[in-house]
């Protein structure tokens, strides 16, 4: 067995034995594709959303200029591709939406940093 399999098969058993620990992660991404100023409404169309298995392993806040609410988020590299990131700009979890501020795949696990405005 090679080194890649034997540590995605462990990465797979870790994420089976968190259980409901694991949340749901939808990828959410909206286009603004023009403005009508005679209804003042802003035109716009959306990527259809994708939703995996994550783990949120930090949440903290900072008050840099603005108070924000930032989190971690794990996911398996083989349930999501990185490159299909780039379509989407915000994910949604616990009700909440948070704008992905940067991400780094290893190609066994992929690390988001999110955050939001308080």
């Not at 994420?15 to 990828?27: C, K, M, T």
């Not at 959303?49 to 200029?65: A, L, Q, R």
Request: hydrophobic content about 30%; overall charge negative.
């Amino acid at each position: 067995m090679s080194y890649k399999t034997l540590i995605n098969n462990n990465i797979t058993n870790a994420f089976s034995l968190v259980g409901d620990l694991a949340e749901d992660i939808q990828f959410t991404n909206i286009t603004v594709t023009g403005y009508n100023f005679n209804t003042q409404t802003v035109n716009s169309s959306s990527t259809s959303p994708i939703t995996v298995k994550g783990i949120i392993s930090k949440s903290y806040k900072t008050n840099d200029d603005k108070p924000r609410l930032n989190a971690d988020i794990m996911l398996k590299s083989t349930d999501i591709d990185s490159k299909v990131l780039d379509n989407y700009d915000s994910v949604i979890f616990g009700g909440k939406t948070y704008s992905i501020n940067k991400y780094e795949d290893n190609g066994y696990l992929l690390s988001i940093e999110v955050g939001r405005e308080i």
